[in-house]
Structure formats: C-alpha cells, structure tokens
C-alpha cells in the first residue's frame, strides 16, 4: 500500500486542492448537534481541534484565527500543501494553528495528544482500505473522552449511477500523462458517451447528473473526485460496521433534518417508522434509498456515549442553545391574529395561527443573521405582542419550544451553543486584524474568499480585496474615498455604470463616495458585521 500512498501524494503534490471554509465541521456547529441528541461537548472557544487531510489548512484558518484560545492542529500527506497552508498561517501572524506533513497510517499518533474535534471531510472515500482503517483508529485514539469526530464519505445507492460516468472517464483519461491530459481525454468521453446514450437510458441519466452537478466545479475537483486511483463508496450501514470494532458509535449527520423521516412525508414515514423501529441507523439507510444519497458526513463518538444519545428531542435542553433563522411572511406583513400565514420557503413553509409564534419568527428573521437564546426570543415575543395588544397564550411557552423543535427537525435554523452576534459597526470601520488579512491575501486569487463568524467562505467582490485589509479603524470616510481613488487612478480596481468603464473623475469620485457609503451594509450581507440595531429584512 507504501506505492499507493505515494501515489496520491504525488497527486496532490501536482494539483493540490482548494480548501476553504465548511460551515458544517466548524467544532460549534458539531457542539450544538451533540447537545441537541443529549451529549455534553466541549466548549468549541477554547477546543483542541485536530483535521485529518487538512490540505493548505482552508478550513482551520478561519477556526483558528476566531478562537485564539483554541489550539488546532492539521494533518495533510502533501509536502507541497502543507507549505502552501504554512505560508499562509505565518503571513497571518496565527500562533494556535500548526499544519504537519504525514501519513495518518504511519504516524505517531499519541505524541499529538488528543482532541476535542477530529475532522476529517473528504479523505476517508479517496483513500486505500488500509488508510480508511488507520482513520477510524486514529478517531478512537486521538479523541478525548467527550470529544466528537466528524467523517465525509461518498455512499450507495446514489454513487451506483455516478460509478459509470467516473469508470468511463478512467477508461479513456486515467492512464494520460498529465492532469490536464487526463482531463481532456476524460471530458472528450463524456461528450462522446452524451451524443450516443440512448434517451432515457441509465446512461443518459447519469450522464445528465455529471453535467449538472460538474459544469461550474474546478479542474482539481474533477481530477481528485472522478479520476482519482481511490474512491470507494459504501452503504451508510456498511460504514457503521466499520466503526464499532473502533468502538466507535454514530452520534448524527452533520445535517441533522436529513435523519428525520418525517421531512420525507407520510406516505414515507409511516411504514418506515414501523419497519425500522427505533434504529435510527436503519431509519437512515432507508431513507438513503429514498433520496438516492450520494455523500454523507457523519459524527461520531466514542462508543461508551451511544447509550447517552437520544433522537427524541429533549425540549429542556433547547434553554442552552442560541437560534438564528430566516423566515420572512410569504404573503405581506405579519399579522399577529389568528389568521393562518406562511413563513420561509415557498413549497416548504411553516404554517402558523399563533400570534406568539408568528411573533418569534418575526423575531428571528430581525435578528438573522446573528442569534437569540430560547429567553432573549421569550423576551421578544412578550414585547412584540404588548406592543400589539394582544395577550399571550397561557401556554406559550411551550408553544415557542414546539417552534424551535420543529425548526431543527426542518433544519430551518442554525444553532449555537454561544451567541452568535459580532459587534455593531463603528465609525471609522474596522475588521478583525486576521479578516483584513486574509482579505490582503486573496488578493489575486481567480476567486477571492474570506471567512465569517458562521465559519463560511465568502466571495469578495474586487474592489472589497483591496478595501477591507484598509478597515483597521484609523481611516475616516473621506480617507477610504480617498485611497480607493488612488486606486482607480491606477487602474488598479475599476467602478462600472451601465456596462460602462468609468473614467472621468467626477465619476470616480461619486463612485468611491458610494461604494464606501454602502460598505457596513454589504459587509453585514456577508454576515462579517453587524451594521447596526435596526430591524432588517435581507435574504440569506
């Protein structure tokens, strides 16, 4: 197996893999799924924090460089990423985060301690058998006693489909020379294999699938995902096989309304809650086949927890969690009687009568992005219907922890167990010294990401890579205006109006003027700040 490793770490070495944020690994993210099934979590401010294929440490600079009481180490088989990711950490100044280079089967694993949250998001399917093994064991023994570990994995049945599509881009790109070769002679198939599928056919279908999900993905996606030595799909049930002799039990998905049959409708539920009993495993594997699933990522814990999990929701609990959601009214404003009203998404609403609900709802979506705790929404709920004159029920109460429940089950709403609430925009504007960093950084990059406090990578617009490392609080409007004119006089960033490129300096002026203006309320869109107390409506 030594020949097939390095024969991925050459692979990577040659077209490493872009890595940024993923909002469903950060450590608080996980917390607050294991407290919501019953089990206690480390605190994710000052966590021990490890990721097993880390690449240039995408996803732990934004962890890091947020929690400087954490401490975070990142793991990755390629030399050539783990400079890149070094490089970067100490051109962010970041003292809590080291990057080593190894392979997780060969390595000295107790020297590194343990941790509070092992990740380990795309390795497990794209790696030989034996490797996959050496993750499950470096779970076991890397993980601290109420520490969670969570996995992404390709599975059946959704990857039987997509099988034919990646054996046929082997057949004709594998054995290339070059990535890029691989990949011209690997997409020359998929266009031959489109013009002669018959209509209809499996083969259609598949090919159809590759399209849509592959069109706008980048070549390093296509290159590790389809033409990769390794990638090895397994049932949901077959994984968890694997990891009970690591005494290892499964906690939840990453995505928890994805485990509640009840979102797949009656004519789902019904018969399979009376087929599967109370195995939430089983449930899932059901339910798998339901959605043709493709991908999961699962959380794991040690083995001795599983008897503490608990998949009836325990309401009790919710008073620990922080909520955020956005769930504007479908159809005009609210109005707080009971006249039934639809909130959130068109084809998948909630549907209420209640005043104080509709109450907590309104209040949620004026908070979002940032969060409430179960008391500050009570709160919000009493003032709201004081203001309107309308007397709360005797039981709202319950009635605002039945909203909340049905909001996790639905995954209509993200929680925390710490608030979520950076601090308002001040004038002169500043960003954390790490944001504005990162910001500096990408500069140059074909597409430019930063992070947010909800740990998601975000898209500068290019003006912003050149305005944000400037927002350390020492310079006023007039002095941003100012260097952004600098800047457009250079021909460095460019303002356009009406498709139009603009040069004159009035123009320029106007411009800058208007773009500095906007900047807190774009910067709150991107949920990096908060722009002020107001209530706001604005889409996610």
Same mark, same amino acid.
């Given at each position: ?263 797949? #409708?009656? %004519?789902? @539920? &019904?018969?399979? /809650? ?12 059901? $339910? !798998? ?66 005043? #104080?609900? %509709?109450? @907590? &709802?309104?209040? /949620? ?12 929404? $009570? !709160? ?161």
């Amino acid at each position: 197996m030594d020949e097939a490793v390095d024969g991925l770490r050459a692979d990577y070495d040659k077209v490493p893999y872009e890595s940024h944020a993923f909002p469903q690994t950060a450590p608080g993210h996980i917390a607050a799924i294991a407290h919501i099934f019953g089990l206690d979590a480390p605190d994710a401010s000052s966590a021990r924090v490890l990721e097993i294929g880390c690449a240039a440490g995408g996803n732990l600079i934004p962890f890091a460089a947020s929690h400087p009481l954490a401490r975070v180490v990142g793991i990755d088989l390629s030399q050539i990423q783990i400079e890149q990711g070094r490089s970067n950490i100490q051109r962010l100044g970041l003292h809590n985060l080291e990057l080593l280079q190894g392979d997780i089967a060969a390595m000295d694993l107790p020297a590194l301690g343990q941790f509070d949250y092992v990740i380990c998001h795309g390795v497990y399917s794209w790696v030989p058998e034996n490797v996959q093994e050496a993750i499950l064991a470096a779970f076991h023994t890397l993980l601290a006693p109420k520490g969670v570990a969570y996995i992404s994995y390709n599975v059946y049945p959704g990857w039987k489909a997509k099988e034919i599509v990646r054996d046929a881009m082997l057949l004709r790109g594998g054995g290339r020379g070059t990535p890029q070769e691989k990949l011209g002679y690997a997409r020359g198939m998929i266009d031959f294999l489109e013009e002669v599928a018959p209509v209809d056919s499996v083969l259609a279908r598949a090919l159809a699938d590759y399209r849509a999900e592959r069109t706008h993905v980048r070549d390093y996606y296509v290159l590790h995902e389809q033409l990769e030595t390794f990638n090895s799909p397994c049932y949901f049930l077959e994984f968890g096989k694997r990891a009970e002799p690591h005494r290892l039990a499964y906690l939840a998905d990453a995505a928890p309304q994805t485990m509640f049959a009840v979102n797949y #409708g009656e %004519k789902v @539920a &019904v018969p399979l /809650l009376e087929e599967c009993g109370h195995s939430q495993i089983l449930v899932e594997q059901y $339910l !798998d086949f339901v959605v043709n699933r493709t991908f999961r990522q699962s959380l794991l814990v040690h083995g001795e927890r599983g008897p503490q999990i608990s998949y009836n929701l325990d309401r009790t609990r919710f008073g620990r969690l922080h909520f955020a959601a956005w769930l504007p009214p479908t159809g005009g404003e609210t109005r707080l009687d009971d006249s039934a009203q639809e909130y959130g998404e068109t084809g998948r609403p909630l549907i209420t009568r209640d005043p #104080g609900v %509709k109450a @907590a &709802v309104d209040a /949620l979506s004026a908070r979002w992005p940032w969060t409430l705790s179960r008391h500050e929404l $009570l !709160d919000a709920v009493q003032a709201r219907l004081g203001t309107a004159g309308v007397v709360a029920a005797v039981d709202q109460e319950s009635k605002i922890d039945e909203l909340l429940e049905a909001l996790i089950i639905r995954g209509l709403a993200r929680c925390r167990l710490e608030p979520v609430l950076p601090e308002p925009a001040r004038s002169p504007l500043q960003l954390p010294e790490a944001m504005r960093r990162i910001a500096e950084g990408v500069r140059g990059d074909e597409d430019p990401y930063i992070f947010n406090v909800w740990h998601e990578s975000v898209l500068l617009p290019p003006v912003d890579c050149h305005l944000l490392p400037l927002l350390d609080g020492t310079r006023d409007r007039e002095a941003l205006v100012q260097e952004l004119l600098l800047l457009l006089r250079e021909d460095v960033i460019r303002f356009h109006r009406d498709g139009k490129h603009l040069t004159e300096e009035a123009e320029l002026c106007y411009a800058a003027g208007e773009y500095v203006d906007a900047t807190p309320q774009r910067l709150e869109a991107m949920k990096l700040l908060r722009a002020g107390d107001t209530e706001r409506r604005q889409p996610p």
